[in-house]
Nanobody, 124 residues
Framework: QVQLVESGGGLVQAGGSLRLSCVAS????????MGWFRQAPGKEREFAAV????????NYADSVKGRFTISRDNAKNTVYLHMNSLKPEDTAVYYC?????????????????WGQGTQVTVSS
């Protein structure tokens, strides 16, 4: 089992920045690709970003590319999502997830473990 706890969400004005953190406990963190997904009210959960086990490779949804950066610190069992130039349409609950495959990182069913989510609200 892997337990994931997100933090760092909040209310921010459009154009602002936030950094989300996700701390993992349980099984070896570095064995997993880590992803960030988000779910806006009334919408399906969607992929935002993924990072491979070592942190050397990343991939992003087109909607966040160039504004968001995913990173990880395996010594701290933590994955981060740095969000810049935030827009009202980025408002959502953000979830981190641990999965087996980086190459399938945009697929919801790639992930075995999920956190409870952290709310991000961007005001216009």
């Amino acid at each position: 089992q892997v337990q994931l706890v997100e933090s760092g969400g909040g209310l921010v004005q459009a154009g602002g920045s936030l950094r989300l953190s996700c701390v993992a406990s349980g099984r070896t963190f570095s064995n997993y690709a880590m992803g960030w997904f988000r779910q806006a009210p009334g919408k399906e959960r969607e992929f935002a970003a993924v990072i491979n086990r070592s942190g050397a490779s990343t991939n992003y949804a087109d909607s966040v590319k160039g504004r968001f950066t995913i990173s990880r610190d395996n010594a701290k069992n933590t994955v981060y999502l740095h969000m810049n130039s935030l827009k009202p349409e980025d408002t959502a609950v953000y979830y981190c997830a641990a999965g087996q495959s980086y190459l399938r990182g945009s697929n919801y069913d790639n992930y075995d473990y999920w956190g409870q989510g952290t709310q991000v609200t961007v005001s216009s």
